[in-house]
């Protein structure tokens, strides 16, 4: 393990491992089924220096996002409410207008620009992924293929100015390299600029378990106390934040250079609270770590004891957390049947690792297993809702986290 990557601390406290796990988002096709795949530890570490929890084994973004990346962010009706949201929000609070340059750090196809772009604002999104950017390009996004370094800030600042806002949501906490990212910030944005990202709190990922959120595109498990410290670095502030429900729990944090804006009480409020909930302790981290080992064994003997019973079982959908789920719970092809996928970037493909046949979300009702494993938690009650037939026709939903339980009906 090296240093922490906020503070440069050596002094990190290894309390969780989830063993060795192909990358979560390399589905295969079947002419790769019989190459080697990779295997990368994944292990969690906490900071004693200043709180930050990160993985202790770093891939390369390269290996991670430019080879043939499957993820689409505007999957889910949910998700594109809360993009919708997320610009009209940002654009009332700071009152944008066509002057206004919004940049969006690994903008995936686009969603939340084009939310922008809707109320009349500029944008340019950037991100490596190329197969990605051909889709935000379709859709009529300017987005640049590459990674935010500082060749691409000269390349956005020569094309439209400074930015008056940035956004990166599911983003920051991907960065290794956090001081030449803050950097490439500070010399895009304008001076009252503000810089935005959005991502899974910690408090959250331990107080309800969810586990499956780590794997190594997540380097870093988001808190507030080490964030004020490494903003400190650079002469900006935290100076409001705000909680959302998408993936899990996540929090919207608004930075700026110091003096700016009027700092939100709500902030030393939540740093009170992560003291209280004691969420840096090693006796809380460890017994996170026991629950998660119980919850492994639970979930499998759940699935195992229906597969005694002759059920057939399937899982729904396949993001990035269910493959952690899946390979460290060690749930494989003799358990599940196939996986089924909203995204036509990994129908017809298989998961990584355990290889299982990944079908069109239509499956459910055409092969009609007994049960179907929900990896896509975060989104439960919308996908139990679009597949109400499956349940009138007897299908039951297993939800894993934070406990396994079993839904026969709609929830209200």
């Not at 990212?181 to 910690?202: C, Q, R, S, V």
């Not at 009170?272 to 026991?290: G, M, P, R, W």
Request: with cysteine; net charge negative.
């Amino acid at each position: 393990m090296k240093a922490c990557r906020m503070c440069q601390s050596i002094q990190m406290y290894k309390f969780l491992d989830l063993g060795f796990t192909p990358l979560a988002d390399q589905f295969r096709r079947k002419d790769q089924l019989l190459e080697s795949e990779m295997y990368y530890p994944l292990e969690v570490y906490v900071c004693d220096s200043c709180g930050l929890v990160q993985l202790g084994h770093v891939v390369s973004p390269e290996i991670l996002y430019r080879n043939d990346y499957p993820y689409e962010s505007s999957t889910t009706a949910t998700g594109k409410i809360h993009w919708n949201e997320f610009a009209s929000s940002v654009v009332e609070r700071f009152n944008l207008n066509n002057k206004d340059l919004v940049v969006d750090i690994g903008s995936n196809v686009g969603v939340l620009l084009s939310a922008f772009k809707d109320h009349g604002i500029r944008i340019c999104g950037i991100d490596p992924a190329a197969n990605i950017v051909r889709i935000a390009q379709e859709n009529n996004i300017e987005t640049i293929c590459d990674f935010f370094n500082q060749d691409s800030v000269n390349e956005i600042i020569t094309r439209h100015g400074h930015a008056s806002i940035i956004t990166a949501t599911n983003v920051f906490a991907h960065v290794d390299d956090l001081f030449t990212f803050m950097k490439n910030i500070l010399d895009l944005l304008n001076d009252d600029g503000i810089f935005i990202f959005e991502a899974p709190y910690f408090g959250n990922l331990i107080q309800h378990l969810e586990y499956d959120t780590i794997y190594h595109e997540h380097l870093s498990y988001l808190s507030l106390k080490p964030l004020i410290q490494f903003f400190n670095k650079f002469n900006m502030e935290i100076f409001d934040l705000e909680f959302r429900d998408i993936h899990g729990g996540s929090f919207r944090v608004y930075i700026s250079k110091k003096s700016k804006y009027p700092v939100n009480p709500a902030i030393n409020e939540l740093l009170v609270q992560e003291e209280k909930n004691q969420i840096y302790s090693h006796e809380k981290l460890n017994n996170f770590a026991d629950l998660v080992k119980q919850n492994r064994d639970e979930l499998l003997w759940l699935l195992l004891s229906l597969k005694h019973e002759n059920k057939k079982i399937a899982a729904v959908s396949a993001p990035a957390k269910g493959m952690t789920l899946l390979n460290y719970c060690k749930i494989g092809n003799n358990i599940l049947d196939f996986v089924t996928e909203k995204s036509k970037l990994k129908i017809g493909r298989f998961t990584p690792g355990l290889h299982i046949t990944v079908k069109s979300d239509g499956a459910l009702l055409e092969e009609k297993p007994d049960y179907a494993l929900l990896l896509a938690w975060n989104f439960a009650d919308e996908i139990i809702k679009n597949n109400s037939l499956y349940l009138k026709n007897g299908g039951k939903f297993i939800i894993p986290l934070p406990k396994p339980i079993i839904i026969d009906k709609v929830r209200e």
